[in-house]
């Protein structure tokens, strides 16, 4: 319980202020706990990168879980609004690990070790999306998933940037989808 605190405060940190503000006593303070809790967890300030990443691939997660859970994923057009929502959710209310993500993403490009954790992140979304990518018709899902990736990769980042609450992404989505899928 006290990791996954530290790790959330840890997301605060990254969110507010990019990488080179995630210090251990940054992360203490953000977390409200005495100086040296941070430390106790996670020795390095690669654990704590990692440990963080770790956290918000499973936090993105537990997002989409709950998005997919509702929505009917079987024909694009739904498939789409759940992750239109997704993007809304991950710009809106969870808007913090969107921007701790793409902190640790930049920093991970300069640390191998961070980027296979990232890359563990990306296969195991591969292994959900994939099938539904099969079921809606796709004939190179892996091919596709990366396009849809791109997509959902690049209305997170413009809408970190410029927000657009009113701006609804399943329209671009559902384009995509539909073009891939037809050829």
């Known amino acids: 319980m006290r ?17 080179r503000q995630l210090t251990h006593r940054a992360v203490d303070a953000a977390a409200q706990l005495p100086l040296g809790s941070t430390s106790n967890r996670f020795r390095s300030r690669d654990a704590l990168l990692t440990g963080a990443l770790n956290r918000i691939l499973e ?17 694009v057009g739904g498939f789409a609004s759940a992750l239109g929502r997704l993007v809304e959710k991950l710009t809106g209310e969870h808007r913090s690990l969107s921007l701790a993500r793409h902190a640790v993403f930049v920093e991970a490009s300069n640390r191998p070790q961070l980027g296979e954790e990232a890359e563990k992140g990306r296969a195991e979304l591969a292994n959900w999306m994939m099938p539904a990518l099969l079921t809606l018709g796709s004939r190179d899902p892996k091919a596709h998933l990366q396009y849809l990736l791109a997509l959902i990769d690049g209305l997170l980042t413009s809408r970190l940037v410029h927000p657009a609450p009113d701006a609804d992404p399943a329209p671009a989505i559902a384009a995509l989808l539909r073009g891939l899928i037809s050829h």
Do not use: F
């Open 3 to 19: 990791e996954q605190l530290l790790l959330d405060a840890a997301i605060e940190v990254l969110a507010a202020g990019g990488v």
């Open 59 to 75: 936090r993105e997660m537990a997002v989409w879980s709950a998005l997919a859970s509702t929505k009917d994923l079987d024909d």
